[in-house]
């Protein structure tokens, strides 16, 4: 059974920054695009950025383009977030997911795994 298992969530200040990890197992990861989505309190779960199987292509959400950055390492079966310039708006559970034999997509519907999410608590 595919395992997706965040990491690298906590606590940090407005301005700061975090990396949060995605670890992938059971499946030829290669074979993969990624997402990571995200959802707060009383939110519906939204897109935040999404990447090809070989990392070329990229997706953004407008909020969130130039502060985040997702990067993937094949060689190591591990997708990446880097969370900069954070606002306490940005808190929330941040969940990564991954897309079979396709390519990037803002849609949820499209992924066909999940991970358990990590938080993230942005304080000013």
């Known amino acids: 059974q595919v395992q997706l298992v965040e990491s690298g969530g906590g606590l940090v200040q407005a301005g700061g920054s975090l990396r949060l990890s995605c670890a992938a197992s059971?499946?030829?990861?290669?074979?993969?695009?990624m997402g990571w989505f995200r959802q707060a309190p009383g939110n519906e779960r939204e897109f935040v950025a999404a990447i090809n199987w070989s990392g070329t292509n990229t997706l953004y959400a407008d909020s969130m383009k130039g502060r985040f950055t997702i990067s993937r390492d094949n060689a190591k079966n591990t997708g990446y977030l880097q969370l900069s310039s954070l606002k306490p708006e940005d808190t929330a559970v941040y969940y990564c997911a991954a897309r079979p034999y396709a390519g990037s997509s803002r849609f949820s519907q499209d992924y066909a795994y999940w991970g358990q999410g990590s938080q993230v608590t942005v304080f000013s």
């Open positions: 059971r499946l030829t990861f290669n074979n993969y695009a």
